[in-house]
């Protein structure tokens, strides 16, 4: 049975409005609606994946463009340095289930 679409996807399908500072064809990135740092983004895969535990081996070089767009990202937004976060399962935090990297700069 096919899952309702997440938040983030009716994001990427711009069916909700948000606050979008990169887009390509694999990713998009958005401000977080609820920041936790100065800067608090999103890296979010147009590729609705639930869960880290949800990937396939064909997702590597996804997962490996979105770790190579964070520094990119960083440096655009003036950070000299920045955390990550994947919050992954109910029970490691996650709210939204589709996969993202959560990037916190102060
Ligand atoms: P988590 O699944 O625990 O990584 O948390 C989901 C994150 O998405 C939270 O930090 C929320 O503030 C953020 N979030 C939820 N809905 C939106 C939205 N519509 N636009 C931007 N950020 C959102």
């Known amino acids: 049975m096919q899952s309702e679409p997440s938040i983030f996807t009716r994001i990427i399908n711009k069916e909700i409005p948000a606050d979008v500072v990169y887009e390509d064809d694999k990713c998009i990135v958005i401000k977080d609606i609820n920041p936790r740092a ?5 890296i979010i895969p147009k590729k609705p994946i639930a869960t880290l535990f949800d990937l396939k081996p064909e997702d590597k070089d996804l997962m490996g463009h979105m770790m190579l767009l964070l520094p990119q990202i960083a440096q655009a937004q003036n950070l000299d340095g920045f955390k990550t976060q994947i919050h992954t399962g109910e029970s490691g935090g996650q709210e939204v289930f589709h996969i993202h990297i959560h990037l916190l700069g102060n």
Do not use: C, D, I, N
């Open 38 to 42: 100065r800067v608090h983004l999103l």
